[in-house]
């Protein structure tokens, strides 16, 4: 038995691959990977380069999942992937690796158990937990790229500022309702230099952009965003073709436009280790939140079981979340309007949402319009409601 089909052996044994599709499966990597290989471009040798390599991906949704799936089926030897988050109904219709089935799920854990069953030569591994910046240099530290699927600005800017501080390449990728954004950034460049990164294309961390949950988003961008970041993985790692260094590319779907941003490498490393000492990698938006308008999901919890919860008045201000609690009642931020709320100065009012950013806007907005009634926003909303 050569090493090849050896190797192969081990890893469909690990992972427990059906019979039924043991038998029908060849063992050897060139026929599993016929008609990549097949390419001149990319050959066994480009093919190995794939098997050699080492991916982290950062978030296992719309972005996060095909990339995770395509890059494992194209024969990357290592993934890593991480999440914190479970499977919700309404990721369902983007996030299309995960099934009614999966709802409630680890993504994270999921997503590993997909690929696991799909692509016999990838490791893959995960970490259900949040990236912050106390874990974020040990997961970039032994991999090879980074690809950013999170929905979360804070997350991306973290990514970013390690990645280049340990020059680590980053594949980035966003989305805005029909937009969509590709990069990569801090690529080794043959004069020993490193290409442009986030902070060259936006220097500061915007506080007024929803995610895809507040404002929306088409499940045709998100797929088609994945892909071209995988695009950009695959021929980072082969060698093939021209990378997407320098520029940012926005492609809307609606209008079938395409821009490619110019971007140049300003704002170099030292810079950014100075930022990285001071920055928390929170919402910039929250940070900037009264104290004294906050509710800890500790002391929501204590309040709605203690004999006054009658005295609260919790309003969701997005449509469709997954709620741990009633509300008694659900306004869009869209549509908040204080004025044509009739209020009750003896109850205390709760805004919450996701995250805690646009119930924080519907606080002010109740606060200036009565100011004595007592008005409260859950902190960092229903995700931190665990």
């Given at each position: 038995?050569?090493?090849?089909?050896?190797?192969?052996?081990?890893?469909?044994?690990?992972?427990?691959?059906?019979?039924?599709?043991?038998?029908?499966?060849?063992?050897?990597?060139?026929?599993?990977?016929?008609?990549?290989?097949?390419?001149?471009?990319?050959?066994?040798?480009?093919?190995q380069k794939l098997q050699n390599?080492?991916?982290?991906?950062?978030?296992?949704?719309?972005?996060?999942?095909?990339?995770?799936?395509?890059?494992?089926?194209?024969?990357?030897?290592?993934?890593?992937?991480?999440?914190?988050?479970?499977?919700?109904?309404?990721?369902?219709?983007?996030?299309?690796?995960?099934?009614?089935?999966?709802?409630?799920?680890?993504?994270?854990?999921?997503?590993?158990?997909?690929?696991?069953?799909?692509?016999?030569?990838?490791?893959?591994?995960?970490?259900?937990?949040?990236?912050?910046?106390?874990?974020?240099?040990?997961?970039?530290?032994?991999?090879?790229?980074?690809?950013?699927?999170?929905?979360?600005?804070?997350?991306?800017?973290?990514?970013n500022d390690a990645c280049v501080?340990?020059?680590?390449?980053?594949?980035?990728?966003?989305?805005?309702?029909?937009?969509?954004?590709?990069?990569?950034?801090?690529?080794?460049?043959?004069?020993?230099?490193?290409?442009?990164?986030?902070?060259?294309?936006?220097?500061?961390?915007?506080?007024?952009?929803?995610?895809?949950?507040?404002?929306?988003?088409?499940?045709?961008?998100?797929?088609?965003?994945?892909?071209?970041?995988?695009?950009?993985?695959?021929?980072?790692?082969?060698?093939?073709?021209?990378?997407?260094?320098?520029?940012?590319?926005?492609?809307?779907?609606?209008?079938?436009?395409?821009?490619?941003?110019?971007?140049?490498?300003?704002?170099?490393?030292?810079?950014?280790?100075?930022?990285?000492?001071?920055?928390?990698?929170?919402?910039?938006?929250?940070?900037?939140?009264?104290?004294?308008?906050?509710?800890?999901?500790?002391?929501?919890?204590?309040?709605?079981?203690?004999?006054?919860?009658?005295?609260?008045?919790?309003?969701?201000?997005?449509?469709?979340?997954?709620?741990?609690?009633?509300?008694?009642?659900?306004?869009?931020?869209?549509?908040?309007?204080?004025?044509?709320?009739?209020?009750?100065?003896?109850?205390?009012?709760?805004?919450?949402?996701?995250?805690?950013?646009?119930?924080?806007?519907?606080?002010?907005?109740?606060?200036?319009?009565?100011?004595?009634?007592?008005?409260?926003?859950?902190?960092?909303?229903?995700?931190?409601?665990?």
């Open positions: 038995m050569n090493d090849e089909i050896a190797s192969f052996l081990a890893i469909r044994k690990r992972q427990k691959i059906p019979k039924a599709i043991q038998r029908k499966m060849k063992l050897t990597k060139n026929q599993f990977f016929k008609r990549q290989i097949t390419l001149s471009e990319i050959g066994e040798i480009g093919q390599a080492t991916v982290l991906v950062v978030g296992c949704g719309g972005l996060g999942g095909p990339v995770a799936v395509y890059l494992a089926a194209s024969g990357i030897g290592k993934i890593h992937l991480v999440d914190f988050d479970t499977v919700d109904i309404t990721n369902l219709h983007r996030q299309v690796f995960f099934t009614l089935d999966d709802v409630g799920q680890s993504k994270a854990e999921v997503l590993s158990v997909f690929i696991k069953k799909r692509a016999p030569f990838t490791a893959v591994t995960f970490t259900n937990k949040s990236i912050t910046k106390d874990n974020v240099f040990e997961l970039i530290n032994d991999v090879d790229i980074v690809v950013d699927g999170t929905d979360s600005l804070p997350t991306k800017y973290l990514l501080i340990k020059n680590k390449t980053l594949v980035y990728g966003s989305l805005y309702k029909f937009d969509g954004y590709v990069a990569i950034f801090n690529v080794l460049q043959k004069d020993n230099t490193y290409s442009a990164n986030l902070r060259d294309a936006f220097p500061e961390m915007a506080t007024d952009i929803p995610n895809c949950e507040e404002a929306g988003t088409l499940n045709a961008i998100v797929g088609m965003m994945a892909t071209q970041q995988v695009n950009e993985v695959l021929k980072l790692i082969t060698g093939v073709g021209e990378p997407l260094t320098n520029q940012l590319r926005i492609y809307n779907t609606l209008q079938n436009k395409e821009l490619k941003m110019k971007l140049r490498p300003t704002v170099l490393k030292d810079k950014i280790a100075k930022m990285f000492q001071i920055q928390t990698y929170v919402d910039a938006a929250c940070s900037g939140q009264n104290l004294d308008w906050q509710i800890s999901a500790k002391d929501l919890k204590a309040k709605l079981g203690d004999d006054n919860s009658k005295n609260l008045e919790i309003i969701a201000v997005l449509n469709d979340l997954k709620l741990p609690f009633k509300v008694q009642q659900t306004i869009h931020i869209s549509k908040f309007d204080a004025t044509k709320i009739k209020v009750d100065f003896n109850k205390t009012y709760i805004m919450v949402c996701q995250r805690g950013f646009n119930s924080y806007k519907a606080t002010e907005k109740l606060k200036e319009k009565y100011p004595a009634l007592k008005v409260l926003n859950l902190t960092g909303g229903i995700s931190s409601y665990k």
